[in-house]
């Protein structure tokens, strides 16, 4: 029941009737007391740059920046580390362009992740409908959200702390990507790393000492049950971010004391006095400025209503997302010819963007009772809990959204044993029903008709979901543009399912099967777990616990866990599929990068703040190194 406390600030975006509820206005008036003593919003003089930044251009509407050294649009996972590194040069000029603005006080409680994917914090992108995939979300369209803030996703997402298997990183090597082996990609892990994990930060895989903290998140009293159960199931514990990788761990996170560490906060606020890095908030870039020879220049964007060109002497680097760097490439000319072509968009560089997409999926709807509540849900009434998460950063306000551990497993449709085709991700405090249907089942978009029939009666009842997240999809899906007008929403086809062996689904279903095996086991007995077996609307023609059940069940419930990658590839010119080669260079446009996780170019076995952190960290080194710095 910790999750009730997401429906805090939703009374303020959302117009509901139970928000005159006295104990919500209390637990909000607990937080209000001290917000404005601990939280340093972003400096209003950054945005106002009108003056000492811009001149007209002469017989132009539009305005004209004076010139920067580097142009880094996009301040999430990746671009906040490369304009902060890039910086570091003090004789280089930095601007970085963000479309969001700035988060608040209640954006640091690590509980209301899933509150804030329902607010203007989120670019709020959905998939188009397909068939057989999705059904049991509203238009059958599965939500793919996206961080649209100073600091990007890291400021919405769940702060969990991933790095991937080492054999990740051996495939893109592979592929012909020099430089990006697990070798060659540690150092930049452990570079922006500051280790609070305990006896773990000294077995050589962590580093104290980095701009962004790692640390382990609340833990329930059942969290040791799951942990204790992959035991019993053959598993071991591990730290996860080491080559021990297979096995069961708490989640390592990027929280510092208690709250939220977003790149934000670790990589931008504590360096915005530097002299050469300007910072624009609500900066919506609409286009890369090329000129006849295929060359970057700069960028147009629009705040405030006014469009302004700002340009770069050295170099543009796109770091806006797997959704948005494509979009802003195919905006320019740089995309598949036909497809521009449609649009009325001249093309500059015939490339692929945009056309592989893979996307981490997970079952939500594998819920199990318990005859007791591990954590009592009055707590986030009391105000001393309040007081106890404001001065000291500990309680139940420090959960990861309910989410406290994770397990590596191989269900067999891998031939490697020790690379895994699943990610268990536990939730001890609950399932959806956590927090009454309010939050996360809008945030994930299920229809209601399918949360009151089957998750409802679990409101009042103690309960936990183990969720499978397929880690290697065989399908793969796509995006285009809707429109060449900047602001219309791209289009976005997941194509869950849709391997022809039907191998996506039918690895699901064996993770099914491993945690009603882990139910069972003598951890999870001392709660008497049991499943909860009312049958999801849709698929009551099905035996419940048949194999065909499932899969109907897999086919309704499955969502994205938003960790989309690869619609700009990295791989060498000889890759058709490739849009960026290993230094992160546009293939035939000089003076253009991307640096954010659309460039990876195969499915890994983690979440995908960690790498897309680290591919910030390596992308700023080759840049210095490519303009002799380093």
Known sequence: MLICLLVLLVSVTFNEAIFTDERWQTVQRN?????????????????????????????????????????????????????????????WKILLLEAGNSGNFLTTV???????????????????????VCLGMVGQKCAWPRGKALGGSSVINYMIYTRGNPKDYEKWY???????????????????????????????????????????????????????????MGGKIVDYNSEDFMGFSPFQANINRGRRHSVADAFLYPFVTRKNLKILTSARVTKVLLDDTGSAYGVEFQKRGK??????????????????????????????REHLSELGIPTVRNLPVGQRLYDHIAYVG????????????????????????????????????????????????IPDPKYPDIE??????????????????????????????????????????????????????????????PYDRPLFYGNYFSDPEGNDIKTLLAAVRYIQKMSQTTPFQRFGSRIHDTPIPGCEEFVFDSDEYWFCALRTLTVSLHHQIGTCKMGPNSDEEAVVDEKLKVHGISGLRVIDSSVIPVTLSAHTSAPAVMIGEKGADIIKQDWGVL
Not at 72 to 90: P, Y
Not at 316 to 333: D, E
Not at 426 to 447: C, M, Q
């Open 366 to 413: 594998l819920a199990f009772k318990i005859n007791e509540t591990v954590e009592p849900p009055e707590a986030i009434f009391n105000p001393a809990e309040t007081f106890k998460w404001v001065f000291s950063g500990t309680g139940v306000f420090t959960s990861l959204a309910g989410v406290e551990a994770l397990g590596y497993i191989n269900t067999g449709s």
């Open 31 to 91: 937080f209000e007391k001290y917000a404005h003593s601990t939280h340093k919003p972003f400096p209003e003089t950054y945005a106002d740059f009108g003056k000492s930044m811009s001149l007209k251009h002469r017989n132009s509407s539009k305005i004209l920046l004076v010139d920067y050294d580097f142009i880094v649009v996009g301040s999430g996972s990746s671009g906040a580390v490369v304009a902060s590194r890039l910086s570091e040069i003090f004789s």
């Open 424 to 485: 268990l991700i536990f939730a001890g405090v609950g399932s959806l029903e956590s927090d009454f249907g309010l939050v996360v089942a809008n945030e994930l978009r299920i229809k209601r008709e399918i949360y009151n029939a089957v998750f409802k009666s679990l409101e009042l009842t103690p309960a936990y979901t183990i969720m499978p997240m397929l880690l290697h999809p065989k399908s793969r899906g796509y995006m285009k543009l809707n429109s060449k007008n």
């Open 307 to 336: 469009t302004y060109i700002a340009r770069a002497s050295k170099e543009v680097i796109l770091s806006a997302g797997t959704f948005n760097s494509p979009q802003l490439l195919m905006l320019s000319g740089i995309g598949p």
């Open 110 to 132: 690590p509980l209301l992740a899933a509150l804030f994917q329902l607010t203007p914090y989120n670019w709020n992108y959905t998939t188009e409908p397909q068939e057989g």
């Open 174 to 232: 592979n592929l012909g990507n020099d430089g990006w082996s697990y070798p060659d990609v540690l150092p930049y892990f452990k570079k922006s790393e500051n280790c609070k994990l305990g006896k773990e930060c000294s077995n050589g895989y962590h580093t104290q000492g980095g701009l962004w903290s790692v640390m382990y998140a609340f833990k329930s009293r059942i969290t040791e049950a799951f942990v204790e159960a992959g035991v019993e």
